[in-house]
């Protein structure tokens, strides 16, 4: 399937302007969730089986998740799980409802298999996203795997009260997921990212915990951070007790390229996404297994499209994956493709299980 996606069906999505072909593609999951024995035949296509992960006090079907950003509205919750992710990253969601930076604003960078967006955390607001998720789960849709939000801070609210903006979306949803990623490092909104300083992240995870102790929350990083400032933002997620770092983030670097498709998309504003990214992302996966000492659980993102791009993060100390670009140009087959190959070469080299293959090439990787 993934074949018929790569070479057929991709070239037709990719006649459309990127977000509008997305926003098509997120709406026919949605109508198809509410469809009888369409969810099950999706799942007999596409499903994944089952390699286990247990991270922040949950049970993974498997270590393939869905990035935030992918389905901002909830709009397909119940298909996800159908088409083989194993967790599912909901948002960014913000207290207010907005529309996010004018369009366009995602584009392709097709040879270099990379998007660049500026979206600006578009979203109907926490309310809006409450009613969504409860809706699923009223009509018996809700999925069996694990769901995360991934909170934003609302444009209209300045930094200095960034702590309560937070809060306001994690209290009204907390009830909704079963982990919370707090999106201090999108380059879309504003000196958003200045909340990745110590003393301001502090006063936001401060907050998040009066709300709930013990709920699992993360924080999502920037791959263009300093080491230094990795560091801090580590000693704070162990300060407050947090399940793991989200590694990581869109860049604002750009590549060389002698494509004029691929120069023309990166002279776009906006982060950048996809195999450009997939080197950086894994030596900052590495820093953070090695500064902790493999005791502060990661989720990796960037540039993951195959099972050796997914082992190699695994090695370098991710427990747990997301993709958002390798689906755009995989298709709907990647989950259950990168987890059957990551089953096959685990039984090929005698890796018993995951947790065996965490890390061990950290040392190798250089940031």
Known sequence: MGWIYR????????????????????????????????????????????????????????????????????????MWERLGFGFVELGAVTRYGQPGNESPR???AIEDQALVNRM?????GTKSIAKALQYWRDRDLWPTHPIGINLGKSKVTPNEEAAEDYAFSFKALQNLAD??????????????????????????????????PN???????????????????????????????????????RPESDNMQCRNTYAEDGGLSGVPLRKRSTQIIAHIHNHTKGKLPIIGVGGIFTADDAWE?????????????????????????????????????????????RGTTANQVCL
């Open 313 to 357: 993060k695994i090695a370098a100390g991710a427990s747990l994956l997301q993709v958002y670009t390798g689906l755009v140009y995989e298709g709907p087959s990647i989950a259950g493709n990168i987890v059957r190959g990551l089953k096959a070469r685990m039984e090929h080299e005698g890796v018993r299980r995951l947790s065996d293959l």
């Open 179 to 212: 982990f919370f990623v707090v999106n201090v490092s999108s380059p879309n909104t504003p000196n958003l990212r200045e909340l990745q300083d110590k003393d301001a992240l502090n006063k936001i995870l401060k907050t998040l915990r009066e709300v709930n």
């Open 215 to 253: 709920k699992a929350l993360l924080i999502k990083i920037a791959p263009d951070l300093t080491n230094e400032a990795i560091d801090d933002v580590l000693e704070l997620a162990i300060n407050h007790s947090l399940a793991g770092i989200v590694a990581t983030n869109t860049t604002i670097t």
């Open 106 to 108: 995602m584009f392709r």
């Open 120 to 124: 600006g955390f578009n979203n109907p």
């Open 7 to 78: 070479n057929c069906l991709r070239a037709l999505l990719f006649l459309q302007e990127s977000e509008s072909a997305h926003n098509r593609v997120i709406m026919g999951l949605s109508c198809a969730s509410r469809m009888p024995f369409l969810p099950t035949l999706t799942d007999a296509i596409y499903g994944a089986p089952d390699l286990p992960v247990q991270f922040g006090g949950l049970k993974f079907p498997n270590p393939i998740g869905l990035a935030a950003g992918m389905d901002k509205h909830a709009s397909a919750v119940p």
